[in-house]
């Protein structure tokens, strides 16, 4: 939408500016995508488990910092890369500052999800991982093998990719969620905060995959489903 020169936008009009500025992030910024798929998974999480006002209001907060973060940082890279068509130390330092910007927010919004989720999820979940932490570790390492062996018979049938490399699904991922849920299940303390660094780890490795260009994001979700499922179902029949 165009404004005529020496005229200032109206209001509704201005409202449009706004919002395909959010379109146009969001449209070009894989981060920004992120960001708005974890605020809603928050979001409907903090709905289901009935957080208090106050802890909504500290969940609001935080993911409106971490967006607006974000949103700052695609401005200023914006026009840095405008101004300048050469290397500049000052413009590589200025789009750094900015991404350190968006960092400490995340890290931030994280803390206070830890903080609103932690107590509640551990106690929702603590009967069903008493009943599994009782699971003997050799149950671990064959849920790790029992994955491999269906991710190399899945490619197999694909005819895509070598076992750990390429193809549907993606090996590394199905191995990492494979150990991050069976470290979720036999832990007995510490329980929530290590199986979420645990977790994190997994979404490190599985991004790796996709920022290589060696797995599509569908190939490291579906390889993320099958590692975390097939480690489920086989510590619930035997334990």
Do not use: C
Request: net charge neutral; aromatic share 6%; hydrophobic share 60%.
């Amino acid at each position: 939408m165009a404004v005529r020169p020496g005229r200032a936008p109206s209001l509704l009009e201005s409202f449009n500016f706004a919002f395909e500025g959010i379109i146009h992030v969001l449209r070009t910024q894989r981060n920004m995508r992120v960001h708005f798929l974890a605020a809603a998974g928050v979001l409907i999480a903090a709905v289901s488990i009935g957080v208090e006002r106050l802890e909504l209001v500290a969940l609001l907060i935080s993911i409106a910092f971490v967006l607006i973060a974000e949103m700052i940082n695609t401005a200023i890279e914006g026009a840095i890369d405008v101004s300048t068509t050469s290397f500049d130390p000052n413009a590589k330092l200025a789009k750094d500052i900015a991404a350190g910007a968006v960092l400490i927010a995340t890290v931030t919004a994280v803390g206070v999800g830890y903080l609103v989720f932690s107590e509640r999820l551990a106690d929702r979940s603590s009967r069903l991982l008493e009943r599994l932490a009782d699971a003997p570790a050799e149950l671990t390492l064959i849920a790790l093998v029992l994955t491999i062996i269906v991710v190399i018979a899945l490619k197999a049938l694909t005819h895509r990719g070598t076992p750990l490399r390429g193809g549907l699904p993606s090996g590394h991922a199905a191995i990492a969620f494979a150990g991050w849920m069976a470290i979720t299940l036999i832990l007995e303390q510490q329980r929530f905060l290590v199986s979420s660094v645990a977790f994190i780890l997994a979404l490190l490795v599985a991004q790796t995959r996709v920022e290589s260009g060696i797995h599509s994001p569908v190939e490291v979700l579906y390889g993320a489903l099958l590692g975390a499922l097939t480690t489920l179902v086989l510590f619930q029949l035997f334990v």
